[in-house]
């Protein structure tokens, strides 16, 4: 045992104690990762069947110009409901957005609702023009009137993508709320909404499906480093023994022979 206390293999021991840690607290992070996304899955499978919720219970009032902050990440996908006003003169295009293979535009139109504020409803996607993009595309308008929207809490995207005027709608590639928000008349809650299918406004629009997070990509990478983390505890302990064993043998053997000198040359 007295090689183990050498400083060779005190430092090799605490490298790989240290690897380990790190490893350890790595595969903790991909872990709790995985259990966001999965809550998150169970989210958008339970928001396919629950009774919507008034979306004054998740979404913060907006006061002032701009966005109001943003829900936590516990909210998104939440079913709500919202009682409103279309503002057709406030569409935002949203661009490079595809639906089977097709490159066309989400309609986000604000829902003016009765404090004054604007919940953003996506309607749906509609395909580009068929004489391209400089062509401003068509699509369903809002109703008017009083409407009743039930949708799914969608998170601002990250990335502030710049708000334009094109062919008479805003534009822009990245629904970021504060952005937006900067340029509608009224103040704007801090997240938007997927409308249904039957949502009114969404007819003779393509929906926008709902992915489910890849939770099982982060419970592997969970594994595999505390895999990697016993391994490394594993590896210095067989490279240890290893070392023993052989300087165990070279001890039993013995000391080489001293070579026996040849005889002299008789003849010289």
Do not use: C
């Not at 183990?4 to 350890?24: D, G, I, P, Q, Y």
């Not at 989210?43 to 008034?54: F, L």
């Not at 039930?150 to 990335?159: A, P, Q, W």
């Amino acid at each position: 045992m007295h090689a183990l206390l050498t400083r060779r293999w005190l430092t090799v021991f605490a490298v790989a104690l240290l690897a380990s840690f790190v490893m350890v607290l790595l595969g903790r992070w991909q872990w709790s990762r995985y259990e966001l996304r999965s809550a998150i899955n169970d989210r958008i499978d339970a928001s396919t069947v629950v009774t919507p919720v008034p979306v004054g219970d998740v979404l913060a009032a907006a006061t002032g110009k701009g966005a109001a902050p943003g829900p936590g990440e516990d909210k998104a996908w939440t079913r709500i409901t919202a009682t409103g006003r279309y503002d057709a003169t406030q569409e935002i295009l949203v661009r490079n957005r595809t639906v089977d293979g097709t490159v066309g535009y989400e309609i986000l139109t604000p829902l003016v609702l009765a404090d004054g504020s604007a919940l953003l409803v996506d309607r749906g996607w509609v395909p580009p023009h068929p004489d391209g993009i400089t062509v401003a595309p068509t699509f369903p308008a809002a109703p008017t009137g009083p409407v009743t929207v039930i949708g799914r809490v969608h998170l601002t995207e990250s990335g502030a993508g710049a708000v334009d005027q094109r062919n008479g709608h805003w534009e822009t590639r990245r629904v970021s709320l504060p952005a937006i928000g900067d340029k509608l008349p009224y103040p704007v809650l801090g997240a938007y909404v997927l409308a249904d299918s039957g949502t009114p406004g969404a007819q003779g629009l393509t929906a926008i499906e709902v992915g489910h997070e890849n939770d099982w990509l982060n419970l592997g990478y969970a594994v595999q480093w505390w895999i990697f983390a016993v391994g490394a505890l594993v590896g210095v302990v067989y490279l240890y023994r290893k070392d023993q064993r052989e300087q165990r043998a070279a001890t039993e053997a013995g000391p080489d022979p001293e070579p026996v000198p040849e005889p002299a040359d008789a003849t010289a």
